[in-house]
């Protein structure tokens, strides 16, 4: 090979680089390893966390311990799907731009907006995205945020705004939900987009199409933040007015992964489909008039626009995409529904299993839908610290995001999550609270307050 | 043929009422009517119309369209920029064990510490081969990088009183530098090519000169686009410091020069990796990736929260991993969480795999693999159809030009591409970078071996031959994939990006 370039050796090749900034050392990097041995190093440390296997996990806050069905790892994990990249000759992709097709069907169902993209990075960068596009669609930089808005969304929003010099508004709760009120005081003609989550952060179902009245007398745009888990029985934000639906995808096929990679989904009316971001694959002939699809409108995207681009974004989730959307065949229409039956009944069964416990109250009476927030009579951390002793990960402290509940505890709930379980949650988070207020005689002094040990 | 016809339907069009896959946990709670925990006007009428298939013909349906993509795993896909080396299986392995992939992102640190301990790890890790000392994991892509390094641009300026509104990015630059440029409220200000491939110096120092206090940032890729390494970068980062700018590194070309030159060391403030191209996550045909940014002294305050942190543990205590969240410097949060784990995951048991020496090789195989396909394709008739559009010895990727195949034989790229199809290749990039004209960017990864290269191009000099005698079958191509030539206009005009159901 040497000869046919011409050269003695690779180091003449790296002879372009000028000799001051080569690396005159090894990285100091450990040396390569085996396959065996790489594999014990990382089961390693994988023995030290403490998963949703060997915990009953509680926790939720935008990504949930669903039960992710065998198919999904058999078909996500063949070659054809794993090892390609963006099917930029579409040709030899119909594959992947068929079920990118598929998804884009699946979660305009859901949403009941008529457009879907192929997805993009995961939830809160979805609702930075949607800001970035309203801020086009209106010539407007105002955006007004409901609190109930996932704190890691809005503070992805705010720190994106900064970039594309917008402000954001932030509209206060109201024994749950978004303060009706306050919001229509603070929507006006300068705003681009009002903010809403529904389930919002606590639990509650918002009144989407009420509060989105304000959006639509001064022509904002409406943005509905929502959980894929809960449409099979919910109002999808299309039938409430909301203009973009969006929201974090990892409940629909996706692991818990500490937080990545999943996908974000992202919905809109007609109107908005030359503004959307991200891949999106239409439907076409080829030249002997067989049915074929390919990556359309692509005069948005960075590759071909670049700075008048709708959006920079190249790599999205195209495999986590697919990890949905099998999962989504498998439920099917009834076991989507069925599925999202169960999550409210079971979840109104916790919550009130819950309530009846000694020391625990409602942070809120809104209808929930698959979480709810509580209020522990004794600091939340040490609550949850004895609750972890016993192997149950008893739910989120919302403490950091929300200094307004500092001992609120987030419980969320999924399939995987039984009745005993429940009752077990109630006894032991009963015990931690009680402990913690001494009525044992619990001697706690070997803690420390809920932070690092 | 028959299986291709019948993969055509879509899970939708397989749906039968009644059929179904899922079982679903008996949840033993009270079947209370729904309308009484839910306000029925907050309830949905019918449920979302998804399909309604049993698990084999999910199965079934799945399989088929998987024939209908081609990949990696399958044969060559030198596609330029891309970095489409071997993803290994146990990377996948590891990312799944229960541990990993079961993990809540929510998790206390206390009982996260294999996960914050690997991403410290890995933080390290790139870090060393960045020649940089601070690393953030938290973006989910190279432009998602690429948009940090330039909010921390930002953040860098106003906290010394400057608002600066220029980013300087040479016109070979990739499609994300400017639409990321633009997201983050910035111009863009193209900068030439010189005649050996380089940032032209005279004319970056003519943009500089136009208002230096208004120069944010350079955005670079070194190697760049063109597969050259800039030699002179030096001056390049002096030129831009000097005006107060920060200097960005593109690292999607990463691969060239893993082990043995590092951006930090040539002057760059902010760098972008892609875990999915040098660092073998698998491309999924389109994602996940992480574009993780690893900065100098000067932007550290800045990264995004969280950061994983190590703090030393007290007496007798190991270290204990931690995300710090207290950082008032900070622009803030990229996304939800910490990351894309499970790539971190992979990338990390990859960076273990190789080793200090292994990753050194790995480059150096990539750019020897590079300039002997180059070699061969210089020779015959590709050297004189499709010449280098810069002919010097190139890193891990090259481009070539397709004018005078264009000129000559009435075949442009988009054609040999196609036509490339029927021999069971992926073709390289075309149409990039956008100085070349009739572009065809080739990068073949240090995971090919020779025979592979050989094929390739030999492929290449047979279709040129074959157009020789008759360019219509270039034109037409191809003829085995399983639909052909498709009509993108249409697909644009009148776009259909849902099934319609009833």
Redesign the interface.
Known sequence: MLAAIGVESVDELFEQVPGELRLDRPLALPEGMSEAEVYERLAALAARNADAESEVCFVGAGMYDHYVPAIVDAITQRSEFLTPYTPYQPEISQGGLQVMFEFQTAMSELTGLPVSNAGLYEGPSSVASAGYLAMAATGRRRFVVSRGLHPHSRETLATYAVGYGAEVVEVGLSNGTTDAAELAQAVDDETAAVFLQSPNFLGAVERVEALGAAAKEYGALLVVACDPMTLGVLKPPGEQGADIALGEGQPLGNRLDFGGPSFGFFCATEELIRRMPGRIAGETDDVDGRRGFVLALQTREQHIRREKATHNICTAQALNALAAMVHLAWLGREGYRELGELLVRSTAYARERLASVEGIELLHEAPVAREFAIHVDAPAGRVLERCAERGIAAGYPLGHDYPEYEDGLLVAITERRTKAQIDELAEVLGAAIAAEAGEFGVDMTHKSPGGIA | MKVQDE??L???ER?KAG????V??V??????P?EE???A?????E???????S?PE??R???R??????????GF?P?GS?T?KH?PR?N????????????????????????L??MWLLQE?LA??C?LPHVSLQP?????G??AG??LT??FHAERGEERTKVLAPDTS???N????????YE?VKVATNERGGVEIDDLRAKIDEDPGQVACLMLTNPNTLG??D?N??EIAALIHEAGGTLYYDGANLNA??????PG??GFDIVHV?L?KSFSQ?????????GPIAVSERIEPFL?KPQVVR?EGGSGNGP?F?LD?ERPKS?????????????F?RS??Y??????????EAS?TA???A??L???LAEGRAGKRLPIAFD??C?HEFVLSGKPMKKELGLATLDL??RL?DFGF??P?VY?PLLVEEALMVEPTETEI?ESLDAFADAIEQILAEAEDDPEVAK?A?YT????????V???RK?????A?D
């Open positions: 993969a055509v879509t899970i939708f749906s059929r179904r896959a899922a679903l946990p949840a033993e709670v009270p079947e209370t729904l925990l839910i306000p006007e907050l309830l949905r009428d449920p979302p119309r998804l399909p309604e298939v698990e999910i199965v349906h799945y399989n369209l998987s024939r209908r993509n081609f990949d990696l795993d399958t896909y596609l891309c489409m993803n146990l996948e392995r590891v990312a799944a064990l229960p541990g990993h992939a079961r993990l809540h992102p929510a998790q206390d640190p206390k009982r996260a510490q294999g996960a301990e690997l890790s060393e081969i020649g989910s892509a190279g432009s998602h690429e948009l330039l909010l930002r953040a990739h499609g994300t400017p639409a990321s440029v633009a997201m983050a409220g863009v050259l390494f030699e970068i030096a020069v893993m082990g043995h030159s590092r060391d040539m892609n999915h698998p491309h999924g045909g389109g994602g996940p990736g992480a995004p703090r204990f931690d969240l622009i803030g949060r990229l996304r939800g969480f910490q990351g894309n784990f499970g790539v995951v990390y048991a960076i273990l795999s190789l080793g200090a020496d292994g990753l050194a150096e750019v020897l693999n300039n002997y180059k070699a061969r010097r010895h890193m591409a196609k199809l992926h073709p990039t990039f020779k037409q191809p994939t399983p639909v052909r030539r498709l009509d993108e249409k697909a644009t776009p259909v990006v849902r099934q159901l």
